[in-house]
């Protein structure tokens, strides 16, 4: 297949005018028959590395992905382009028996060119035994990381992919992978069995992607809504580690009119390849999800990919980021950091092994240090998959865009590159730092490290000095982590020349990521208690009561008037997230008050914080629930109170708070079992002619006459049937 013109194939199969960077050559070299590892970027145009050699060559190409989605995906895509459907198959566990025998038989017909396999599928007998009956075009390993521990995704099963390979027959193999340091690339060569394959590594540098980190706050949520909301009908994808976390932000999302859908693994099949086609279609905007969404997506167009916590490994990292702009376009790509994810992530690894314990905490490290570092993000991530960025600014991350002013730091050089050698390259930074801060730990002095001439040739110098220099240097070339020893530093030669004769040399501090709340929105005038609206509310409110016939605080009480004054509400919906305002409250007096409010922040022209607060999703009440379905059974309240194992001045309290906010309960049927009717019909006067409904103040004018349990009673009673 030497001279076949593969554009002109291109352009007939697929109706590309022309490749992308080294896709020909990677073609080129499978048609020949030889093995090939391809490192190419999401977005770079991997699928097609396999999908065009695959319907040139005799036989089937067996590709073996990680995801059942994926392979969907890809199936569609080749049976769209074909005359006729059964070009493209996949085998996996969702399938029932007939679906499995059509594909069977297209395979063994020849008519299909490209059949799709979880590992999981290919190491079964049954399909190990079918395969052995089919003439393999090569073998194309997707997603070839999962091979490799230190991979981001690693897959035990991934590693029996070689001697399955052995055992149905051989051909050429094509591992392909979108994140690969040069640790995981040789991993994943030696577990093919692929030690001589001819590489093809294309740029990481993705220059349309914009990356930023900033500081997890509790005001996280609310930062998310406001980016989202800033890039209207923009599709974007927030992912977070837990599925519980998932949900919850989907839905806090949704209530405040975000058009968006939960994804992860714990959700039914169905459900996720409904959300994903709504992704596709853009019946929705944004997808939350774990890791579990986006291998194999291809979403030319997503604008925005935001981390809601910071991933396990730069690999992830650059990986789920890669999802976005992949058409060229903007990509934003936003992670929010707090140091304590990094320790919550430390904590999971107690129970492993202790190698992969070692394998995490190191790339746990890295990702910290790319959190952290005030250097170019583009020039850090580049340098963590080999590869060199020489652009002082990349004027596209927030490092580049808001430079932190640098200073020398050549003696802080020297002490570290003369310190790398005192201590034979042996160590890790954290080791290395204590050395030049003359730290005699437990691990320095069983090494008889702190009787070395360079120990402590940091001291005096402040702590937060050495990390910067060390990733500087890295940076720089002067020292390098040897991954394979889980990060130990060496001096390069470039190192050993610097220190014979020293030049300059500049860095920046690292960034300091504050975890205290924050709030970047305007202030409501004020942010206090509006006097002037105060007043013209108790006006209304008496108003209102005379009209209603009942004392002011049944209509709202001082504190509902109080907080109107600083949260402004407008609407009835808004009213409700008034204290002491339920739905019955604010549907019986709630619309006059939004009337003049509305009009006083049109007149005093306010912004109201209602307009840049977010919408919470609630936490429903079991509690609450309980206790109204019971009252509306017309279950006795010291029994209800009883079943919840409350004390009964407890239980009245709760019940009193279900009904101050506004919400209307019978109980009756309570009083007229355990209280005189005319016990009941004094108290409920009192309330009536009372200026207040203070359980204190009605103790002091009733309290030698009644009991408290009686009066809070009495109480319940009258704000559901006059105030709800």
Known sequence: MENLNLTEKLKQLFGFDKFKGDQEKIIRNLLAGNDTFVLMPTGGGKSLCY????????????????????????????????????????????????????????VLSGKTKLLYMAPESLTK?????????????????????????WGHDFRPEYRRIRPIINEIGKSPVIALTATATDKVRMDIKKNLGIPDATEFRSSFNRPNLYYEVRPKTNQIDKQIIRFIKQNPGKSGIVYCLSRKKVEELAAVLCANDIKARPYHAGLDTPVRNQTQ???????????????????????????????????????????????AGRDGGEGKCIAFYSHKDLQK????????????????????????????????????????????????????????????????ATEELKCILESVVAIKENFRTQYLIDFVKGR???????????????????????????????????VEGFLRKEVEDYGTLKITSAGKKWLKNPQPFFITEDNVFSEEEEDDAPAA?????????????????????????????????????????TMYPINLTELQNIQGVGQGKAKRYGQEFCDVIKKYCEENEIVRPED????????????????????????????????????????????????DSGTKLNINYFLEEVMDEDVVEDIYEYFRESETDKISVALEELGDDYEEDEIRLVRIKFLSELAN
């Open 277 to 323: 086609d709504e992704f596709l279609m853009e019946d929705i905007d944004v997808i939350v999800a774990t890791i579990a969404f986006g291998m194999g997506i291809d979403k030319p167009d997503v604008r925005f990919v935001i981390h809601y916590d910071i991933p396990k490994s730069l690999e992830g990292y650059y990986q789920e980021t890669g999802r």
């Open 612 to 659: 840049l607060r977010v919408k919470t999703v609630a936490k429903n009440s079991l509690k609450k629930v309980k206790i109204i379905q019971s009252i509306d059974k017309g279950m006795p309240l010291d029994d209800i109170a009883a079943s919840m194992n409350m004390d009964f001045g407890d239980f009245l309290t709760e019940v009193e708070r279900i009904v």
């Open 525 to 565: 005038r004020g942010g206090a208690l509006d006097s002037e609206l105060f007043a013209v509310l108790k006006s209304l409110r008496k108003d209102v009561a005379k009209k209603h016939n009942v004392p002011p605080y049944v209509v709202f009480q001082d504190i509902s008037l109080e907080q109107m004054t």
């Open 345 to 408: 992530l430390e904590k999971f690894m107690a129970d492993k092994q202790v190698a992969e314990q070692d394998i995490g905490r190191h790339l746990l490290q890295e990702t910290e240090a790319y959190a952290e570092s005030s250097l170019c993000r583009r020039k850090l991530l580049l340098n963590y998959f080999g590869e060199t960025y020489t652009e002082e600014n990349c004027h596209n991350c927030d490092n580049c865009l808001h430079p932190k002013e640098k200073f020398e």
């Open 51 to 106: 999908q065009l050699p695959s319907l040139l060559m005799e036989g089937t190409a067996i590709v073996i992905s990680p995801l059942i989605a994926l392979m969907k995906n890809q199936v569609d895509v080749i049976n769209g382009i074909s005359e006729s459907d059964g070009v493209a198959h996949c085998l996996n566990s969702s399938m029932n028996k007939s679906a499995i025998d059509k594909v069977k038989n297209d």
């Open 125 to 149: 007998d049954e399909y190990v035994a079918f395969l052995r009956q089919v003439k393999i075009s090569f073998y194309a390993i997707d997603e070839a990381h999962c091979i490799s521990e």
């Open 440 to 474: 005699a730990t437990d691990d320095i002095t069983s090494h008889k490290h702190h009787l070395l001439e360079a120990f402590g040739c940091g001291e005096g110098k402040r702590d937060k000095l050495w990390n910067p220099v060390i990733r500087y240097a890295i």
